[in-house]
């Protein structure tokens, strides 16, 4: 149980602003499905932009994470709306965890809310589970999550893909 524990716990983390929980199937309606095919210019380098993606598949592509990853929903506390997604995957065999983020509402772009949600669950993950670092992989183009990443004292790495740029965050022990 405590090498997956991450994958097996039900999330309800809270902020000011933020509720992260659980993401289910009832989440993906045409409002998340249109995150993904719009033409919003801030998702343009995001490795979603521009897929046509079609509700059968992004349920696919949810029940199909489930196994190895935990994917959060992001909700505006006020209106309970939900404003994005994350997923964390545990690497086999490692005290590493990968995050991804999307903040798909556009009413709530560059307003803090990524780095809020990122923040509350980064340090659930550190204070709660025995993960000693969080891996932040993201494209050389996606200047929103490299800024981002970058607020939380990462450590960039190598890696072999010229195409993309990876962020370490250690635990503070």
Do not use: C, P
């Not at 993401?23 to 993904?36: A, P, R």
């Not at 190895?68 to 909700?75: A, K, L």
């Not at 550190?126 to 004292?153: E, Q, R, V």
């Amino acid at each position: 149980m405590e090498q997956n524990y991450l994958l097996e716990v039900k999330i309800n983390l809270k902020s000011e602003r933020i509720l992260l929980k659980n993401f289910s199937l009832k989440n993906i309606n045409n409002l998340y499905i249109n995150w993904f095919n719009g033409k919003n210019e801030k998702l343009k380098n995001s490795r979603h932009y521009k897929k046509k993606y079609q509700k059968n598949i992004l349920i696919k592509n949810f029940i199909n994470s489930q196994f190895s990853s935990i994917f959060i929903g992001i909700f505006d506390r006020k209106s309970n709306n939900l404003i994005g997604t994350m997923i964390a995957e545990k690497e086999l065999n490692s005290t590493r965890l990968n995050i991804g983020i999307l903040i798909g509402n556009k009413d709530y772009f560059s307003k803090g809310f990524a780095y809020e949600s990122l923040d509350l669950f980064i340090n659930f993950v550190f204070k709660k589970n025995k993960y000693k670092s969080i891996i932040f992989g993201t494209s050389k183009k996606n200047l929103s999550m490299i800024k981002l990443a970058k607020k939380f004292n990462v450590t960039k790495k190598l890696n072999k893909f010229n195409s993309s740029v990876i962020y370490e965050l250690r635990k503070n022990n």
